[in-house]
């Protein structure tokens, strides 16, 4: 054999070995993460940055600021509830009652509301109150559910951006090494067309996965009405939640949530409302008083008048006293419809939140090990020359497809849990 061919064999040799030794370094680099329970963020917690949105949206979120408004209303009505109607103070001069042209007749009336309207209008009142303050707390619990829902999703695209570009620097080592190997004939093409192909695809899966993750964070600014910058420099790390068993159990108690207090209050506002309509119906009492001074004669003269108005056709309270009625019965069977959907949703977000804590449990316990044992097991065989580069790399990805299932089943419990705790709250 010439000394040329040796040559050029034994720095085939080198460069196929010093290759295989770049990519097990570069396997033992980049490990792909596998996200527990344990992990936390590095600047700062998932808890207080959710915290933190939510109190931004509850200080910016105009339809807060309303339903507050309507809670001053209520109390400030409730003053007027005492309030006695205009008194009436007429003066008559001339020929009022003697033949005489300079007569003077001054006459006071005062008209008093129906008996027990102020009892039932300042009961209303209270009513409204009640329920404005119910619908304030139901509208921050809605809102709360949606940043809640949102903030993990967007937590869930920031991590699967950082796996789809560890992955990508994977293959993008794998394509170039694949190169080489093809042009020195240690390959076939086959090999450096999947490369190739795989990073097309993962490229664009980080393109969709960048393009969702923006337009959470854009649904997430608009809710808290705010540029919320501190989420962009944020390490996104959100662990699943533990579900405590005992808090499991309240899902079959009657325990109610803000929507169900809203009702409730509506309900009961819609009862007082007939009574307000059915006082309006009660007799209403006037009282006068006049003093008339004749022209010509000496002294004043004082008279004082009582009196009661009643309705004589009763058909126009009636009719509004029916429709109250007919909107207590529809607010009661609002309530009624609600109990039942709550408790039937219930009962499916738990058994949703128990199916996903068992999946959390197998893939800790059981297929996040394994896929890393796997991963540990393939570097050693293509370290001796029992695999293939693409052999390896197909392993490492069903390794970051193992995380990436992963990360799903957390996003999809945290969810899920923000739907509980709406639920119950």
Not at 109 to 117: A, D, L, R
Not at 330 to 343: C, D, F, H, P, T
Not at 350 to 377: D, G, R, V, W
């Amino acid at each position: 054999m010439k000394p040329s061919k040796i040559i050029n064999a034994v720095i085939g040799v080198l460069v196929k070995r010093y290759q295989q030794l770049f990519l097990v370094l570069f396997f033992l680099l980049i490990q792909f993460p596998v996200f527990s329970q344990t992990d936390s963020l590095e600047n700062i917690s998932e808890t207080s940055t959710l915290d933190k949105i939510i109190e931004i949206a509850f200080s910016n979120n105009g339809l807060l600021q309303n339903n507050k408004l309507d809670i001053e209303s209520a109390i400030s009505q409730q003053k007027g509830a005492f309030s006695v109607p205009k008194t009436n103070i007429s003066l008559q001069y001339g020929n009022v009652q003697s033949s005489y042209n300079r007569d003077v007749m001054i006459t006071i009336t005062q008209n008093f509301n129906p008996i027990g309207s102020i009892s039932a209008t300042k009961k209303a009142f209270q009513a409204q109150e009640m329920s404005a303050e119910a619908n304030l707390k139901y509208q921050k619990n809605a809102l709360k559910n949606q940043i809640s829902q949102l903030y993990y999703k967007f937590v869930f695209f920031s991590q699967k951006n950082a796996l789809l570009q560890k992955q990508d620097s994977l293959w993008k080592t794998v394509e170039r090494i694949t190169k080489a190997q093809t042009q020195a004939g240690q390959t076939n093409k086959m090999e450096l067309l999947t490369a190739q192909n795989q990073r097309l695809q993962l490229l664009q899966q980080k393109s969709i996965n960048e393009n969702e993750l923006k337009m959470t964070f854009h649904d997430l600014q608009k809710l808290a009405q705010n540029e919320l910058f501190f989420l962009e420099n944020v390490s996104q790390n959100v662990n699943s939640e533990s579900l405590d068993k005992s808090m499991l159990n309240l899902a079959n108690s009657d325990s109610s949530n803000s929507m169900l207090t809203y009702f409730e209050a509506q309900t009961n506002l819609a009862q007082r409302q007939i009574a307000v309509e059915r006082s309006k119906a009660m007799p209403e009492l006037h009282l006068g008083y006049s003093s008339p001074t004749f022209d010509g004669e000496v002294g004043v003269y004082n008279a004082f008048q009582a009196g009661f108005s009643v309705p004589l056709v009763w058909r126009e309270y009636n009719s509004k006293i029916q429709v109250a009625k007919i909107k207590e019965i529809q607010a009661q069977n609002e309530l009624a419809y609600q109990k039942n959907a709550i408790s039937e949703e219930k009962k499916a977000v738990l058994m949703k939140l128990q199916n996903l804590q068992s999946i959390l449990e197998s893939y800790q316990k059981n297929q996040i090990p394994q896929a890393e044992e796997l991963a540990n097991l393939a570097q050693i065989r293509y370290k001796e020359g029992e695999i293939s580069v693409l052999q390896l790399v197909q392993i490492q990805q069903q390794t970051l497809q193992t995380s990436l299932s992963y990360l799903e089943t957390q996003e999809n419990f945290n969810s899920t849990l923000a739907m509980w705790e709406f639920l119950n709250n």
